[in-house]
């Protein structure tokens, strides 16, 4: 058992029927592994039941906040809320499906272990385990997403938008709190201003399945990641990274 404080971030978006079978997977595992934990539950505005599932839990699980946002604002927006409000000395993201099973997080504490400030699973290596593939058109999409990220912002990493990533909480911190990408597009952004800061990081082989939904819309979302890219680029240029 690890005598560390782990802070787990989840954000949800209509997530009714993967909420309650998450929290109880994640806190049996960190349960059993931690000495002490907290998930919080970052909900970005849901119009389905997830409030409803999560707030009766609320009254006897001191492990566990709600975080609420007024409204829909974005995957990026609710991680860095869940972060900013975290306490453990390390900070793992994660996605209410689970397409990385919890269990994969010794993985990367292996590397935080041994001097990188942030271990994060990747589907894009040759030992990575997808037991479950996405459509074809998900995983077209994503490939050429990635051969744009390595062209506009930052090199050497294959995938940079799996969900299961794991941070020393000093260095989240430091990030987090310069971001401002609020899309999907957060997560090429924070390792890149990681790499900015002089963080190191480290990209691990996991076991993946995907899930069938996905709120990711194929018709809007794609090019507002691609315009984010640039973004990207331009608030660097601009110092906004280096300013907070």
Wanted: aromatic share 10%.
């Amino acid at each position: 058992m690890r005598k560390d404080f782990i802070s787990v971030i989840i954000p949800v978006f209509n997530e009714e029927k993967r909420i309650l079978p998450a929290i109880r997977n994640v806190s049996g595992y960190l349960a059993k592994h931690f000495h002490g934990f907290e998930i919080i539950i970052v909900d970005d505005g849901s119009r389905d039941n997830t409030i409803a599932k999560v707030e009766p839990l609320m009254s006897n699980n001191g492990s566990l906040t709600l975080l609420k946002n007024k409204k829909n604002i974005g995957k990026g927006f609710s991680i860095r809320r869940g972060v900013l409000a975290s306490s453990g000395d390390f900070i793992l993201t994660t996605d209410a499906d689970l397409s990385t099973p919890i269990e994969e997080i010794e993985k990367l504490f292996y590397w935080i272990n041994n001097g990188f400030d942030i271990a994060i699973g990747s589907r894009g290596l040759k030992e990575s385990e997808i037991a479950v593939r996405q459509p074809w058109h998900r995983e077209t999409m994503g490939k050429i997403f990635n051969l744009l990220v390595k062209a506009i912002v930052i090199k050497g990493i294959k995938d940079t938008q799996c969900g299961f990533k794991l941070f020393k909480s000093k260095t989240a911190k430091e990030i987090f709190t310069k971001s401002v990408i609020n899309g999907f597009s957060f997560d090429v952004e924070i390792l890149f201003i990681a790499t900015k800061l002089g963080g190191k990081i480290k990209e691990v082989p996991i076991r993946w399945l995907n899930s069938p939904h996905s709120s990711v819309k194929i018709a809007r979302d794609p090019f507002i990641m691609f315009t984010d890219l640039f973004r990207i680029r331009l608030n660097y240029l601009k110092g906004i990274y280096r300013q907070k």
